[in-house]
């Protein structure tokens, strides 16, 4: 399979613990983005990357929120000291700057903070 | 207000009738996307316009850019066809999402 990946699939923490999350993008795709979806909404933007270069942050990234993409490849997101606030499906795509907007979705990581 | 409105937010169809999801938005873009998500989170693409019609079996997509407005329309529903449906503009750096609609198809 040589779509987008993320791991962990679920995850529950209590709150105040640190979480990371990793997404492997498809092969080649230089630009990587990071989503969180609440029940019931769309998908809001939260970072993006090209390359190893992290171009863009939402105002909704906090200061607990930190994402890196080191060798330009994979991709980890941070939340440190979690709030139940931040439960939410978290998602990652990838997309080929050539290939314009057209973005592939991975299945997501749930957070489940208690 | 946002910047990507859908409607409506929840459709109930019986298999086989006409559906139409509809999106207007607020922002200039240069492509709108529509959107496939199914329980369990999955997204996956149906159609990416910038302009007039596209068409995917029983998938049809259109836009107006003057008017900001586009909609999907889903011929001859089926059960399977029940998801969320997102619409999604690309203001050239990011996509920014519709909150979706819910499509639950009976049979």
């Known amino acids: 399979d040589t779509g987008v990946s993320q791991d962990p699939r679920h995850k529950i923490t209590k709150r105040g613990q640190n979480v990371t999350f990793r997404c492997d993008p498809i092969?080649?795709?230089?630009?990587l983005y990071w989503y969180r979806q609440t029940l019931g909404q769309g998908p809001e933007f939260l970072t993006y990357?090209?390359?190893?270069?992290?171009?863009?942050k939402s105002r909704l990234l906090s200061d607990r929120f930190s994402a890196e993409r080191p060798k330009g490849s994979f991709s980890t997101l941070e939340i440190q000291r979690t709030e139940q606030g931040d439960s939410a499906m978290y998602l990652c795509?990838?997309?080929?700057?050539?290939?314009?907007?057209?973005?592939?979705f991975g299945p997501g990581t749930r957070l489940t903070v208690l | 207000k946002n910047e990507v409105e859908q409607s409506p937010q929840n459709l109930t169809a019986q298999e086989g009738e006409f559906i139409t999801i509809n999106c207007s938005y607020s922002?200039?873009?240069?492509?709108l996307h529509w959107l496939q998500q199914h329980p369990g989170g999955g997204i996956v693409s149906l159609f990416m316009?910038?302009?007039g019609k596209k068409k995917h079996g029983r998938l049809i997509a259109t836009i107006n850019i003057q008017e900001k407005h586009s909609s999907l329309h889903i011929t001859a529903s089926h059960p399977r066809d029940s998801a969320v449906y997102i619409c999604?503009?690309?203001?050239?750096?990011?996509?920014?999402f519709g909150a979706g609609t819910i499509l639950r198809v009976k049979s």
């Open positions: 795509a990838s997309s080929n700057i050539i290939a314009g907007s057209e973005q592939f």
């Open positions: 092969s080649e795709h230089n630009r």
């Open positions: 990357f090209q390359n190893e270069a992290q171009l863009e």
């Open positions: 922002v200039g873009i240069s492509a």
């Open positions: 316009l910038s302009s």
């Open positions: 999604a503009v690309w203001n050239g750096n990011k996509l920014v």
